[in-house]
Structure formats: C-alpha cells, structure tokens
C-alpha cells in the first residue's frame, strides 16, 4: 500500500461546479498537510496548507483534514477554467527536524467554460 | 523576487549517456531539494541539502546519481549513465530553513531517455 493515495482523474467540470479533491494516507506519523497546484509544464506551487484536523478557507479554496480517518480533501468553489491543473496532495511528517514532503500521484482537473 | 532557475528545460540523451542539470535556488534559501517527477506520479524526493551538506539522500540512486552543491548557493544534479526509467521532470526546489511550507519548485528539466 502506498503511502499517499489519490486518485489520478482526470476529473472534468463545468464552470461554476463545486469540486472535491481527497487524498487517504497510511502513515500516522504525517501532521502537516498541503495542496500544490501544478499546471502543464510548469513546477507545483503552493495552494494551501494545515497542520491539524479541521477545515481552513482561504477565497474559494477549503481544505479539510480528518486525521482519524487519514483523510484530506480539497473544496474548490465556483470553479473557473483557470483552475484546470494538476493537483497534488502532500504530507510531512518532520523527521529528525527536517521537511521531507510525500506527495500523492496528482489529480488532473479540467474545468470547461 | 526571483524564482528557482533551472536548466535546461528540455534534454533528449540516448541510454548509457551522461546528464547534468543546474539549479540556482532564491537568494537566501539555504535549503534546496532536487525531486523526480515522472509522468502521472508525484514529485519524489531524490536529494535535500541544507546550506551545503546533505541532510537526506536515503532515495537517491547512489551507483548512477550524484549531486553537489557549491558553497551552499547554486547545485547540480548527474546521472550517469542513464537509464530508460530515468525518463522525468527534475524538479529543484528550495525553501528558508527548513520550512515545510515555504517551497518554492523551479519548472523543471524534462528528461527524455531514448
């Protein structure tokens, strides 16, 4: 089983549409929690992160962390077609005090006008 | 402020061939990170240095793969000599200290190992 699960897409939507990306993890050990965005050709950058259970909004993005359930999800609301990328969860669990980040596979999402 | 350089952008190599990638991390970034990304998987982490030491490279293929970094500012990646399955995007990345949420990736080099 690996560590970081998500599911690949693509995942097509119509404008406007509420999205819902999830990611399911293994290791107990992971407190911190992100999503990174990465359109075509270009590196991931970072959309939102967490470090507890619990949601956090930040404009049309909500992220929410459900650690008894190792479960995250990415809410994207009033989707636009700018918002077609890839996008990526990732989790940390600080080791020995340093930063080492597992991502998942990536979900592709297309958003059509 | 500038983001993380790398280059090339592209490299087309035939197997068995030698490969290196340059990386330039942002002013004052003393951690950098060089991740491989192949096609339909997520970034994984080959290599961390801290200022100019290496703090984990438990992923990295030691008998193909190398990397420096000089004076603790710009590093290099190496592969050689490479292999079909290192077909990928090489992503650096780097970040203040040891911020877990203060990564900054380039845009990568995409390899293509023929």
């Known amino acids: 089983q690996k560590e970081v699960e998500q599911d690949p897409g693509p995942l097509s939507v119509p404008e406007g549409a509420i999205v819902s990306l999830n990611c399911t993890y293994s290791n107990s050990a992971f407190q911190y929690f992100m999503w990174y965005r990465q359109y075509s050709r270009k590196g991931p950058e970072l959309l939102m992160y967490t470090y507890s259970s619990g949601n956090k909004e930040d404009g049309r993005f909500t992220a929410q962390v459900d650690k008894s359930s190792k479960y995250i999800s990415l809410f994207i609301r009033d989707s636009q077609p700018s918002d077609s990328a890839t996008y990526l969860c990732?989790?940390?669990?600080?080791?020995?005090?340093?930063?080492?980040?597992?991502f998942g596979k990536g979900t592709m999402l297309l958003v059509s006008p | 402020e500038a983001g993380v350089a790398q280059s090339p952008r592209y490299k087309i190599i035939e197997k068995r061939q030698s490969v290196a990638f340059w990386c330039n991390p942002i002013s004052g970034h003393a951690t950098l990170y060089w991740y491989q990304q192949i096609l339909g998987q997520g970034p994984k982490l080959l290599i961390q240095f801290q200022n100019n030491g290496v703090v984990d490279d438990s992923q990295l293929p030691k008998d193909r793969f190398s990397a420096e970094r000089l004076k603790g500012v710009d590093s290099t990646l190496k592969i050689q000599p490479a292999k079909l399955e290192d077909s990928a995007v090489y992503l650096c990345?780097?970040?203040?200290?040891?911020?877990?949420?203060?990564?900054?990736f380039g845009s990568g080099t995409r390899l293509t190992v023929v």
């Open positions: 990345a780097s970040s203040l200290g040891d911020s877990i949420y203060g990564y900054t």
């Open positions: 990732a989790m940390s669990s600080m080791n020995s005090g340093y930063s080492t980040l597992t």
